[in-house]
């Protein structure tokens, strides 16, 4: 029997997802993965993801049904999530991993569960599996919405030294350097300027990522993933509509002058994979350095009329962890599954105004443990059944420097998890699925508790020290009558009964109660040629207080997007992108409004050069990326008014970016 079956023929054995050999001239490989519990998760592959016009890691992610990510600043700074109802802010509900890695950041200065990518060069994300609710054991802090895993690697006919240039109508100049030798290992390095569309957008970056395998056979994988990362950018702020309306401002201007921020990172993983006929076992360490400056005015001069409320936000810290994931098959219809991990940080964050008084001044502690189990049946060969129950333990210390005070405490959840996958016909395949997803209390929510007993939770930072959990249910189905064409379909609810949402622009978590979401969605993907690949997919979400029925702010109701990517043998290249976003509720009974945006590149490859044209907002829209409802006052001479007003973060104008690679 070749190598290339008696791989496949153990990847069978083990029920898991593996990674293919680099195959001889006779062998045909196939590349399988852990069949879906749920009609709403998806895997961006391909040309797709090889295609789409994206600037950082993060925009990879808007090609994942019902994901729609911003950002309101220039590269470097986190993006913004929306998911299913939530407005997940910079990360609050949706888990992010890299390789395994977990990249939210707990207890975060600027966010709780802060997700900065930008230490991922987009050219080497392979994949990237998203899942919707919390359904399966391996879903974590801050999979309230959902989670998204991205996977690296190099394509085979990408492999070798690649080295490109692009340039851009805002000022921008990027380099890339790819050494990929072999099947697994790669070095890539990145530099980045760009003087960013309007005012205070100016961003540069440097980033080093690189994977070597040590081992890497049918039986054993071992390999390092490394990572370093440095990013200076500006920061505009938000501008008020009135007075955009008015003429006082530009659109794609900014208040503010000298704003900005800062994000390092350094990574290190080392993944360990062993298979032995029905049994499975990973084991990966990661360890961790990450500092983040950010400097800000988001309300002018309404909380000092003198010196104004800008402030600086920083957070350095160290974060590490173990994580074991084990699968075996006990019998032919039965696999077992077992999860233990571990994830220790500590870390200061301070927050100073201007005029040098300190908001917050903390250090802290915080460790998690998770350990699960659950277990995967086909009762029949139309049936497949799955449950997990996953256990969470979180501990904190705080040092309250400001208060002069230091707290500890601790929280827990337990996680069901149950699926059921049936399939009454060869090309059909209808899904049900249950689970708890969860969110960690922050370590400043510790350090307050106590304090305000007389009053509400909403007057305080960091919420009440516990956990948040969130009960999502699905319904599905999807039609696979080949591997041309995938459609699929579902209902979806969500209930929370303690809701915390941030206020961006103070940066307080707010307590509200209990919440609900009920949504639909439904996507489509079709391959008409081996070259060519068309998608689309719409989301409806309705979130409400269940108190009062009233509308959950943040959240767009409705998501459309449509797409298609070409790679022509011939060596043509193309692909579009459009996304339509609904009015969206904001606080104080405001709306944003809806938008379009709709992104497209074009290209063609010899034999070893290629270039690339992207253009942004291809019909020059003047929109808004996000918006948000608060009160500023930017003329310190008058009488600050604390009406709450819409605030605006300007989306991209039309803007082109030309890229030339050359391989090697």
Wanted: aromatic fraction near 8%.
């Amino acid at each position: 029997m070749s190598p290339g079956v008696c791989a496949l023929a153990a990847m069978f054995a083990t029920g898991a997802e593996t990674s293919p050999a680099v195959p001889a001239a006779d062998e045909i490989v196939v590349v399988s993965r852990k069949p879906a519990s749920a009609a709403s998760e998806h895997d961006i592959d391909g040309m797709r993801l090889r295609q789409s016009p994206a600037r950082t890691a993060e925009d990879m992610l808007e090609l994942v049904p019902g994901l729609h990510v911003v950002q309101h600043g220039a590269e470097g700074k986190g993006h913004q999530f929306f998911l299913r109802g939530f407005d997940a802010v910079h990360g609050s509900d949706v888990e992010v991993r890299v390789e395994g890695v977990p990249i939210n950041e707990p207890s975060n200065v600027h966010g709780h569960g802060y997700v900065d990518l930008g230490f991922v060069v987009p050219e080497l994300v392979e994949r990237v599996h998203a899942r919707k609710g919390a359904y399966a054991l391996d879903q974590g802090d801050f999979a309230t919405a959902g989670s998204a895993e991205l996977r690296l690697g190099v394509a085979p006919e990408d492999r070798g030294l690649r080295l490109g240039h692009q340039v851009g109508t805002t000022g921008r100049h990027r380099a890339l350097a790819v050494w990929a030798p072999g099947e697994r290992d790669f070095v890539a390095a990145e530099g980045l300027i760009d003087d960013g569309y309007g005012e205070q957008r100016a961003a540069k970056r440097a980033t080093f990522l690189g994977r070597l395998a040590l081992l890497n056979d049918e039986a054993h994988r071992l390999e390092v993933l490394g990572a370093g990362y440095a990013a200076r950018f500006e920061l505009p702020g938000a501008v008020r509509l009135e007075d955009v309306r008015a003429g006082r401002i530009g659109f794609y201007d900014a208040y503010t002058d000298g704003t900005g921020g800062a994000s390092d990172r350094a990574l290190l993983t080392v993944i360990d994979e062993r298979r032995d006929g029905p049994w499975r076992l990973r084991l990966q360490a990661f360890g961790g350095w990450r500092r983040l400056a950010l400097d800000e005015n988001y309300t002018g001069f309404l909380g000092d009329p003198a010196h104004g409320d800008r402030h600086e936000q920083t957070q350095d810290g160290i974060d590490g962890g173990l994580e074991a994931r084990s699968t075996w098959r006990v019998f032919g219809p039965l696999q077992l599954r077992a999860l233990l991990s571990t994830r220790l940080g500590r870390a200061e964050q301070r927050d100073v105004r201007a005029t040098g008084d300190a908001l917050r001044d903390l250090a802290f502690t915080q460790a998690a443990v998770a350990a699960g189990a659950g277990a995967g049946w086909r009762v029949a060969g139309w049936l497949r059944l799955e449950g997990a129950l996953r256990f969470d333990a979180f501990r904190f210390d705080v040092d309250d420097r400001l208060a002069d005070r230091r707290a500890d405490g601790s929280a827990t959840a337990l996680s069901p998890r149950l699926a059921a996958v049936m399939r009454p016909h060869a090309d059909w395949r209808v899904f049900a699925a249950y689970g708890r997803g969860l969110r960690s209390p922050e370590a400043r929510a510790f350090a307050a508790a106590g304090d305000h007993e007389n009053e509400p939770a909403a007057q305080y930072e960091g919420g009440e020290p516990e956990v948040t959990v969130a009960d999502d249910a699905e319904v599905g189905v999807r039609f696979e009558p080949g591997a041309d064409l995938s459609v699929g379909a579902a209902l979806f609810g969500v209930h929370i009964a303690r809701e915390s949402l941030f206020d961006h622009a103070s940066g307080v978590v707010v307590e509200r109660g209990g919440t609900r979401r009920y949504g639909v969605e439904a996507d489509v993907r079709v391959r008409p040629a081996s070259w060519l690949e068309l998608d689309a997919d719409v989301t409806a979400a309705d979130a409400r207080f269940t108190s009062d029925g009233a509308a959950v702010p943040g959240a767009p109701r409705l998501l459309a997007t449509t797409g298609a990517s070409l790679v022509h043998p011939d060596g043509w290249r193309a692909s579009t992108h459009a996304l339509f976003i609904g009015r969206r509720p904001l606080a104080q009974g405001a709306q944003a409004g809806s938008a379009v945006f709709w992104d497209a590149s074009a290209g063609y490859r010899w034999s070893w050069l290629e270039l690339r044209l992207d253009v942004e907002n291809l019909l020059a829209l003047e929109h808004a990326e996000s918006e948000a409802q608060y009160a500023s006052h930017w003329d310190p001479g008058s009488t600050p008014s604390r009406i709450p007003v819409v605030h605006r973060f300007a989306a991209p104008p039309r803007n082109a970016r030309l890229t030339a690679t050359a391989f090697f």
